[in-house]
């Protein structure tokens, strides 16, 4: 199984900050999944990057796949209280479609 | 509706006692997986099935079994529960089509063993 590092583990900001959560692996991914779990919830795909390199942006997010697919960051600008919640990475595997998930990064925007 | 449904939601039962949890879904999904999630572990795969008559192992399959009774319906089983197997654990569903591969999620059950 592929390992996939996430950090940091918890991140308490205030609401206008920006933020970088990171995800590194010694692995080589097909792809590289977000997701963002609120509590009660399960998971929720936010985006998907494939190719080395790759950007992605989803309104404030800014997602980027480093250019060996070994990792991948997510930055938010300008942070907002409905920014909060776990945001968790995950590495599609070069044997199929297994995902491996990083630990998570719990993220609380104050107001 | 929801398209990927857990029953039941939260579960309080004793070590040894055998338990279930039942996912059902509505997407028309061949691929069907279970993840427990722990706090600091993010989510790690029991089993996972990519159709009907295909049922594998993931990293932590260790004192659980499942069971796919049709394209819509994959449960777990505790045999024998024990305390360390007190977690969150989820269902979800994927297409091998575009996008990659992206997975389903229901909305968890919560289960405590004592």
């Known amino acids: 199984t592929q390992l996939l590092e996430q950090s940091p583990q918890f991140l308490s900001i205030q609401e206008g900050e920006n933020l970088t959560v990171y995800c590194n692996s010694s692995?080589?991914?097909?792809?590289l999944q977000w997701y963002r779990q609120e509590p009660g919830e399960g998971p929720v795909l936010l985006v998907t990057v494939v190719t080395g390199g790759e950007v992605k942006k989803l309104k404030r997010l800014t997602f980027q796949f480093g250019d060996a697919r070994k990792d991948s960051s997510l930055h938010i600008t300008a942070a907002q209280p409905g920014d909060t919640g776990l945001y968790l990475c995950a590495g599609e595997e070069t044997s199929g479609s297994r995902l491996t998930f990083g630990e998570g990064t719990q993220l609380t925007v104050n107001p | 509706d929801a398209d990927v449904t857990q029953t039941p939601r939260n579960r309080i039962t004793k070590t040894g006692k055998r338990i279930m949890l039942e996912c059902s879904q509505t997407?028309?999904?061949?691929?069907m997986y279970w993840y427990r999630q722990d706090p600091g572990l993010g989510l790690r795969l029991i089993y996972y099935s990519f159709d009907v008559k295909d049922i594998n192992k993931g990293e932590i399959s260790d004192g659980y079994s499942v069971s796919r009774q049709a394209q819509a319906k994959f449960s777990l089983s505790l045999e024998s529960a024990i305390p360390n197997q007190t977690a969150l654990y989820f269902c979800?569903?994927?297409?091998?089509?575009?996008?990659?591969?992206?997975?389903?999620f229901g909305p968890g059950t919560r289960l405590t063993v004592l």
């Open positions: 979800a569903t994927s297409d091998p089509g575009l996008p990659r591969d992206t997975q389903y």
């Open positions: 997407k028309g999904h061949d691929r």
């Open positions: 692995s080589v991914f097909s792809s």
